[in-house]
């Protein structure tokens, strides 16, 4: 395990929040010492105007904020000992980056780990608007994480860094929060970055909180439709309930597209699903790394066991996004299918464009939520 520190936890109770006449839902919340909690949601969920009051910034609307055993609900920004990184970097333009780092909490503060884990040392005598968008983030998050805060506040960390450079940025940043053991609230609106960086993770949609708690168990299992499309899920399937079989303790559902009483796939019924009845109408949830390209042999039919299921497909097109490949097909009956492969997939499959496939869906990873019309 990762070594954590021994700093304040983090509690909200009933915290409200918001700018103008907005306001958010109360947030009960507790973050463990040396942990990351990520926050992730769409521009405008509230995302940012969460980490102002935190920090003091804002006025809380309702609630109280806890730092170990201080209460730091009416104390003001300067005596909180936070550490922020704004969505702007917001570094003093006339101040060279040396002086930006030594500013409060980096006087007489050892910044040499910092320097060398996020490479700023070739910059000290420059002036920001001398940096790249990129180097000045870097500058920012230095910056917050320097003179040991008991909290640190990010705003998109790595929004302005370069695609090619954000993976190693990422690995960095998510080393540094480790090693230093600081509590972290980290806000993004990208499920690769809450992945990866988070211990914790929240869903907030229109000052919401939707879900919370570990990082696996909430990206593997979204509460309704709104959140799964914040989690990233990329195959979103509007489906019916054709018919319920039990089998020992186990009940199958088969499932198809709506108003065509043709069966798409069976599976098993998640033991939440208890109310479902033949005739809903659900929302199918299916990652493109849970579905595997591979040669069509004739028949929509299981595989595997109950682990998973083939359907025909014809692929719609292909594009190459880093190390992997995104496969767009198009199943029979109008739904579209997305899948991620290594390139290997690829040569080994020798399938062109307008050409049938099979599609493997592993079934474990399929997971049925409620239709709300209107959600996300």
């Excluded at 970055?193 to 929240?202: C, E, F, K, S, T």
Aim: glycine share 10%; hydrophobic share 45%.
């Amino acid at each position: 395990p990762a070594p954590r520190g021994c700093g304040p936890a983090l509690q909200l109770q009933a915290r409200q929040w918001g700018v103008g006449s907005g306001r958010s839902a109360a947030v009960d919340l507790e973050l463990p010492a040396g942990r990351t909690f990520v926050l992730l949601g769409s521009n405008g969920a509230g995302k940012s105007a969460l980490l102002d009051t935190l920090a003091g910034f804002l006025p809380a609307r309702a609630g109280r904020v806890l730092l170990g055993r201080r209460d730091l609900t009416a104390l003001p920004p300067e005596q909180r000992r936070i550490g922020y990184m704004f969505q702007r970097d917001a570094l003093f333009p006339h101040w060279n980056i040396e002086r930006n780092l030594r500013f409060a909490r980096g006087a007489g503060t050892d910044l040499e780990g910092l320097l060398d884990a996020l490479e700023l040392r070739p910059w000290l005598a420059h002036e920001p608007d001398q940096l790249s968008g990129g180097q000045r983030q870097r500058v920012a998050l230095a910056r917050a994480l320097v003179g040991a805060p008991e909290l640190v506040l990010l705003d998109e960390p790595l929004s302005a860094i370069d695609p090619q450079a954000r993976p190693a940025l990422r690995r960095t940043l998510a080393r540094l929060l480790r090693e230093r053991g600081v509590s972290t609230v980290l806000v993004t609106h990208d499920a690769s970055d809450a992945r990866m960086l988070g211990d914790l993770v929240g869903v907030l949609d229109g000052g919401r909180l939707l879900q919370s708690g570990a990082v696996a168990t909430v990206f593997d299992n979204p509460c309704d439709l709104r959140a799964a499309r914040l989690l990233g899920f990329d195959n979103l399937w509007p489906l019916e309930v054709l018919g319920l079989a039990a089998a020992g303790a186990a009940t199958f559902v088969d499932l198809g597209p709506r108003d065509t009483r043709v069966r798409l796939l069976r599976c098993r019924a998640d033991p939440a699903a208890a109310a479902l009845r033949i005739g809903s109408r659900v929302m199918l949830a299916l990652r493109a790394e849970a579905i595997t390209p591979c040669a069509w042999h004739g028949s929509d039919a299981p595989a595997q066991g109950d682990a998973s299921w083939m359907l025909a497909a014809t692929l719609q097109a292909l594009r190459c996004e880093g190390p992997l490949w995104r496969w767009q097909c198009a199943l029979p009956c109008g739904l579209e299918a997305e899948a991620y492969t290594l390139p290997e997939a690829l040569r080994r499959l020798k399938v062109g464009v307008g050409e049938p496939l099979g599609l493997r869906l592993h079934l474990p990873d399929l997971r049925l939520l409620a239709d709300a019309p209107g959600a996300g």
